[in-house]
């Protein structure tokens, strides 16, 4: 499938005044580890005729950029799990600089050796990295199945292919606690931000999010007491409020949908991978695209949906985590990519 003429942006609003240029698209909910914060240890997946193809997904995609969406970030699951991915990336290049600002991805590294560089050669430049730990038998533990060292190896290949790598760290209780300051020298001695995220209470995973839940605000607190933290205006056009970690010069990034909400500044809708327009993650309404992209109607369908979509964008999400009393989703994480 050839790649879609560039199209100039008509903007996509909803009706607090925030204007949505970032979609997070999803590929697949399948992922070879199954993270505690993420998903239960025996999951059932979707049956693959589900799944939007790699063509839909990619007009899907360009329907978004012709509405002013300005960065694309590829999630799952593992996206790189899914096949016939690099096919996407090629042809979403030819919008990169032109109505797109970038394509970015986020992966569990576990495939990144092997898809390093042609992800740099379909024109992706930069790509977060989801880890918990160094530790080997801890990141056997969260992921319950995971070799950090297929890790590793990939975060190198992406750096050998030239690709920018920040590194995301879901903030637990426990062990977390006794590796952060290690996490902060491993990834700024090798040139990557780091992101630490509150865990949210997506899906049933398994463990009582009130004993692992981390409060990021009360964390900075505690590394301020340690680390000379600069706040940044800088942003990479999601949700992370960054400082800058003066005994090391890297970027020290705080995702905190629970102590301090960030939904006032929201940009961003998602789409899973079977064509649900999610226009916020911390609630359960949605728009089918599957069917009417499917349909007969041409765009004039697509196109009403999505804006309908975008304007009943809620004004914020309802997570709670608090003792005998969370509140949260049955959707999993894997389903939208966080």
Request: aromatic share 6%; proline share 4%.
């Amino acid at each position: 499938m050839a790649a879609l003429p560039l199209s100039s942006s008509t903007g996509l609003t909803d009706l607090f005044g925030r204007q949505v240029t970032y979609l997070r698209l999803s590929v697949t909910d399948r992922c070879d580890l199954r993270c505690v914060y993420c998903m239960a240890e025996d999951m059932a997946f979707l049956p693959r005729k589900d799944l939007l193809t790699i063509e839909e997904l990619y007009r899907l995609a360009a329907t978004f950029i012709k509405f002013g969406i300005r960065k694309i970030r590829i999630t799952g699951g593992e996206p790189l799990a899914r096949r016939g991915i690099i096919t996407l990336f090629e042809l979403l290049q030819p919008h990169i600089g032109a109505s797109l600002d970038e394509v970015t991805l986020t992966t569990n590294g576990t495939l990144l050796s092997r898809f390093a560089e042609p992800l740099a050669k379909a024109g992706v430049q930069r790509i977060n990295v989801s880890l918990d730990t160094l530790n080997p038998v801890r990141y056997e533990k969260i992921t319950r199945r995971g070799d950090i060292a297929h890790v590793f190896n990939g975060l190198e290949a992406a750096q050998k292919a030239g690709l920018k790598v920040k590194l995301n760290t879901v903030a637990m209780q426990g062990g977390f606690l006794n590796e952060v300051d290690s996490l902060i020298r491993f990834a700024h001695g090798r040139g990557m931000d780091l992101t630490l995220i509150e865990e949210m209470p997506l899906g049933l995973t398994g463990h009582d999010r009130y004993d692992t839940h981390l409060s990021l605000s009360r964390l900075r607190e505690s590394l301020a007491q340690r680390w000379t933290l600069s706040p940044l205006q800088a942003s990479t056009g999601g949700p992370a409020r960054y400082v800058q970690v003066e005994e090391t010069g890297g970027r020290l990034g705080f995702i905190t949908p629970l102590s301090c909400d960030f939904c006032a500044h929201c940009n961003r809708v998602r789409v899973g991978s079977t064509g649900r327009l999610y226009p916020c993650m911390g609630q359960t309404g949605m728009v089918e695209l599957r069917e009417i992209l499917r349909g007969c109607e041409g765009g004039t369908a697509l196109t009403e949906a999505i804006h309908k979509a975008v304007a009943g964008k809620p004004e914020g999400h309802n997570f709670l985590i608090e003792k005998n009393n969370t509140r949260g989703i049955l959707r999993h994480m894997s389903e939208l990519g966080g």
